[in-house]
């Protein structure tokens, strides 16, 4: 997740209508510029809003929170501050996630104009297959791209698995109705998933939207 992910992320859960004190009230817009520092302690909130974005920037592992290397300094000399358990920090992350999927899908719900969407499929290691979908946009002459979601495949690349999932990806959102195109390279699942979309999504019109 990029920095300015996170800041559009804060905005959003800053503006909801939230219960104060709760893990997502903290999440608002602070700008950007040089980092500055608080002598002040964080609050029990804060720290744990501090540490979802920690976690998930820095991709760290959510039982983190139990290394001695990190409560080590933490802790040390502050005998009555309290970190959050890993049980905790994996809960809040999934809390987070929620709301901030939830202004995701209502930015582009109002988003005046269709939406051009990218994909790409491929196997891991273990043998599961998984798609990606992107979603690319402009805003004041600005072009944007963002991650909608990575989701399992059923079985295999077929075109009709893979239209399935792009499909329940977009209806997910709340956006299927707003393709201008879609963006895929030239293997041949990816034909048979344009050839698929029209019996899915109404409004997608087929080979002549794929770039």
């Keep these: 997740m990029k920095a300015a992910d996170v800041d559009s992320i804060r905005e959003g859960l800053g503006d909801a209508k939230l219960v104060d004190g709760s893990i997502t009230a903290v999440f608002k817009q602070t700008g950007k510029g040089k980092v500055t520092y608080s002598h002040k302690q964080h609050t029990a ?61 209502k930015m582009l719900q109002d988003y005046d104009g269709a939406l051009n969407f990218g994909t790409d499929a491929w196997t891991s290691p273990n043998s599961k297959a998984y798609v990606a979908v992107t979603v690319h946009y402009e805003t ?41 195109s879609l963006t895929c390279d030239n293997a041949s699942s990816n034909d048979a998933l344009i050839s698929q979309l029209p019996t899915l999504l109404d409004t997608f019109p087929g080979a002549a939207n794929r770039t």
């Design 45 to 105: 909130s804060q720290t744990c809003a501090e540490i979802v974005c920690w976690v998930a920037e820095s991709m760290c592992p959510f039982n983190i929170m139990e290394d001695r290397g990190f409560k080590s300094p933490m802790l040390t000399g502050r005998h009555n501050y309290r970190l959050p358990s890993r049980v905790t920090v994996a809960r809040d992350v999934k809390r987070v996630f929620k709301k901030a999927r939830k202004c995701i899908a």
């Design 140 to 180: 004041e002459g600005v072009p944007k791209c963002l991650l909608l979601d990575i989701a399992e495949v059923a079985r295999s690349h077929t075109g009709l698995n893979l239209a399935i999932a792009f499909a329940k990806i977009l209806e997910d959102f709340s956006i299927e109705d707003k393709i201008l």
